[in-house]
Each structure stands twice: as structure tokens, then as C-alpha cells.
């Protein structure tokens, strides 16, 4: 089920005017990331959206008519009412980095290191911010879009192993 106009009204009133949109009959919101925490935190202690459903990523390099390189995408729902949003926010090189929501769900721990791991997204005040599918050695993003698909990867960035050691 959508969010009820209720829910979308409620953070226009708090925030001021967030841009919003649907896809699918879901609706979605933008929100700046000076505004992102306390928009999080209303809409989990005010309107009740008590799940964190996943924090993923867009990479919108090459997109035509992208105005933003990446766009970090929260999904959730209320338990409840079954209500269900899109937060998204933008985001562009060289800063990459927006508070954690750990503190808001701690189900956010591994949905932003995940994210973190693959785009470079940086989650400040995560309490374990490192990688969590790559290896620590991995000095780039795989899922960014410059990220080279062909050749010899990232293989330098492994160490060797030796027969005793595998």
C-alpha cells in the first residue's frame, strides 16, 4: 500500500517542500542531505515506518539528463499499515558521505556497509564501516559505473596465495 497523503502532507509541513513522484503506484520523496536524518527520524518516530526494508544505490553516470551522479534509495514501510516509501537522496562527487541511519534502524548495519562496499558511499557515524562482500585489499567500487569491465580487474589488489595457504 502507498503512503497515505497524510504521511506526505505531514513531512511538507515539517521539512517544506520535498519533490515527490510514483512509479508503480509507490511513492517517492527527495530529500536533501542536510535534511535526510531528521526526515528519517519523523518518519520512524512520528509516522511510524518501523521497517528499514534496504538502502541500495543508483550510479546515474551517463544517465541522459542526470543533474547527480548516484542516488542512495531507502525503502520503507509501516508494519502497521502496511504503508510503504521511497527516500532518496542525491549525491555527487566529491562528497559522498551522509549520516548512518544505525542509530535511527539498526537494521541500516550491513544495508550501509553493503552499499559503502560497492558505490563508496560513505555513512558517517557508522559504528563498523568497512567491507562487507570485497576483500579490506579492494581499493575500488564495483558497481559504480566507471568501474572497468574488462581485463585484468582488480587482481593486483589480492594477495597471493601460496599451495600451503589455500
Not at 536533501?32 to 544505490?57: H, I, N, W
Not at 559504480?144 to 587482481?155: A, F, N, S, V
Request: proline content about 7%; overall charge negative; charged content about 25%.
Amino acid at each position: 500500500m502507498p503512503a497515505s497523503p497524510t504521511t506526505l502532507a505531514t513531512l511538507t509541513t515539517r521539512f517544506g517542500p520535498l519533490p515527490t513522484s510514483e512509479f508503480r503506484g509507490q511513492p517517492r520523496v527527495v530529500v536533501a542531505r542536510d535534511q535526510l536524518l531528521g526526515v528519517m527520524r519523523a518518519l520512524k518516530d512520528d509516522l511510524r515506518f518501523d521497517l528499514l526494508v534496504d538502502v541500495t544505490c543508483v550510479d546515474y553516470l551517463n544517465y541522459r539528463d542526470a543533474a547527480n551522479r548516484f542516488g542512495l534509495v531507502y525503502l520503507l514501510a509501516n508494519t502497521d499499515t502496511n504503508e510503504r516509501l521511497t527516500v532518496r537522496v542525491y549525491l555527487n562527487e566529491p562528497n559522498l558521505t551522509v549520516p548512518t541511519m544505525y542509530d535511527v534502524w539498526k537494521g541500516a548495519d550491513w544495508l550501509e556497509r553493503e552499499v559503502f562496499d560497492m558505490f563508496g558511499i560513505v555513512f558517517e557515524g557508522h559504528p563498523d564501516l568497512r567491507r562487507i562482500l570485497m576483500p579490506e585489499e579492494f581499493t575500488a567500487f564495483p558497481l559504480r559505473k566507471d568501474y572497468p569491465l574488462q581485463g585484468r580487474g582488480e587482481r593486483h589488489n589480492f594477495p597471493v596465495l601460496t599451495r600451503s595457504e589455500a
